[in-house]
């Protein structure tokens, strides 16, 4: 198992919404997937970077052939391991394909190392999203659990994921997130998910690790402190980069400024490790209707970063990597993200910068080393 300690170590978050899946042929035309947005997205204001196209054409991440030419790619540039998002609402997968066909299947990602984070949101049934009053998460992508179904989570995770030899470890404990750490938290009750990890930790301790590191994403300021309460190891984010409720064009480099000010307050407010993540930029507006002029004050028409770019990325890292192995026993930090190309963060090369976001990791995790 790739158990990394003592030393700096890179993920990149990735997203499996690049192939055909039932469940979208269900709403969308036989074979739809995300591409259609990405390479379709109309321009909202002068200037604007869409669409933004991948360097080397779109590709179906079902395909080995596909996880095959990613891996490649993110070692030669210094990514170390990836975090695949893992749909999962009590038993029932979605968009599963590009884990298990594509980077596990033969002739994949091979040996490449790789944990999980549980997306334990729904993907969206419609794209793009249409303009409505409602709640901007539908009620019907909730996913919410118990004590009975985490452990059977647990256990089809550990059958078929954490007992495989690349998956990544931090001191013989296999790292796990949780996307929506607040909504998990809020539905369970401290207790209750205090009870859940636990009972996590101790079947794992029985199948011979040291336990399951546990890892909450996108930890609310409100709940800070619960978070340790509850059993969890450590905090990080998946895209912290705008402010949600700030002003429709934000400005990159002085968001980065903002949020790498912001890592130590996560840390000493949980009392737990944190792990600096960091975003080439931000733009979802692919993911939404065209309504002319009008500007939904929403996700995923705003808010928009502007003005990204990749030294401003590399700067951004920098800090990132200066952070966490400063203050952590186990030095990570992740990017958000390697593919999320509909929202508009990914490291893979586009037709704008060409290989300049994986060009910014190779060279600031050479400096750091």
Same mark, same amino acid.
């Given at each position: ?5 003592? *030393?700096?170590?890179?993920?990149? @978050?990735? @997203? ?8 979208? #042929? ?25 669409? &933004? ?10 395909? !080995? ?27 029932? *997968? ?7 066909? /594509? ?17 334990? *949101? ?7 999203? &249409?303009? #409505?009053?409602?709640?901007?998460? #539908?009620? /019907? ?16 995770? $550990?059958? &078929?994921? =954490?007992? &495989?030899?690349?998956? =990544?470890?931090?001191?013989?404990? !296999? +790292? ?24 996590? %930790?101790?079947?794992?301790?029985? %199948? ?19 978070? %340790? ?15 949600? %409720? ?7 480099? $002085? +968001? ?23 975003? !080439?930029?931000?733009?979802?507006? !692919? ?10 004050? *929403? ?17 951004? +890292? ?24 509909? $929202?508009?963060? @990914? ?23």
């Amino acid at each position: 198992m790739s158990n990394l300690i003592n *030393r700096l170590a890179i993920g990149a @978050y990735v @997203y499996p919404g690049w192939h055909a899946c039932p469940e979208r #042929d269900r709403n969308f035309p036989h074979g739809w997937c995300e591409w259609d947005l990405v390479l379709n997205a109309p321009s909202r204001f002068a200037e604007h970077n869409q669409p &933004r196209i991948p360097l080397y054409g779109p590709y179906d991440d079902s395909l !080995p052939s596909t996880s095959q030419k990613q891996v490649c790619l993110a070692r030669e540039y210094g990514i170390d391991f990836f975090v695949h998002g893992f749909f999962w609402s009590r038993g029932k *997968r979605v968009l599963g394909a590009a884990l298990d066909n /594509g980077f596990l299947g033969k002739g994949g990602g091979g040996d490449f190392p790789f944990s999980l984070m549980w997306a334990n *949101r729904m993907p969206r049934g419609v794209l793009p999203v &249409r303009h #409505d009053h409602g709640p901007e998460i #539908d009620p /019907g992508r909730l996913v919410y659990t118990d004590p009975d179904d985490f452990m059977e989570l647990i256990q089809y995770l $550990e059958e &078929r994921y =954490f007992s &495989r030899t690349n998956y =990544f470890l931090i001191d013989n404990m !296999p +790292l796990f997130s949780i996307f929506d750490s607040a909504f998990f938290l809020r539905q369970l009750g401290v207790d209750l998910a205090c009870k859940a990890i636990k009972r996590a %930790k101790e079947y794992l301790v029985r %199948k011979g690790y040291r336990g399951l590191h546990i890892m909450a994403i996108n930890p609310p300021v409100t709940m800070i402190m619960e978070f %340790k309460r509850a059993g969890f190891d450590s905090l990080s984010h998946y895209v912290w980069l705008p402010e949600w %409720k700030g002003g429709y064009l934000q400005d990159y480099g $002085e +968001l980065t400024g903002i949020r790498s000010g912001e890592w130590n307050y996560f840390a000493e407010g949980s009392n737990l490790a944190y792990y600096p993540s960091v975003s !080439p930029g931000w733009d979802a507006s !692919p993911r939404g209707e065209l309504h002319g002029n009008q500007k939904p004050f *929403r996700y995923p028409w705003w808010p928009i970063v502007v003005n990204e770019h990749p030294e401003l990325f590399s700067g951004f +890292l920098r800090k990132a990597i200066h952070y966490t192995m400063r203050n952590n026993t186990t030095p990570l930090c992740f990017i958000a993200s390697w593919n999320e190309w509909s $929202e508009g963060h @990914y490291l893979e090369p586009d037709a704008r910068f060409g290989t300049a976001w994986l060009e910014a990791v190779r060279k600031e995790k050479h400096n750091a080393i």
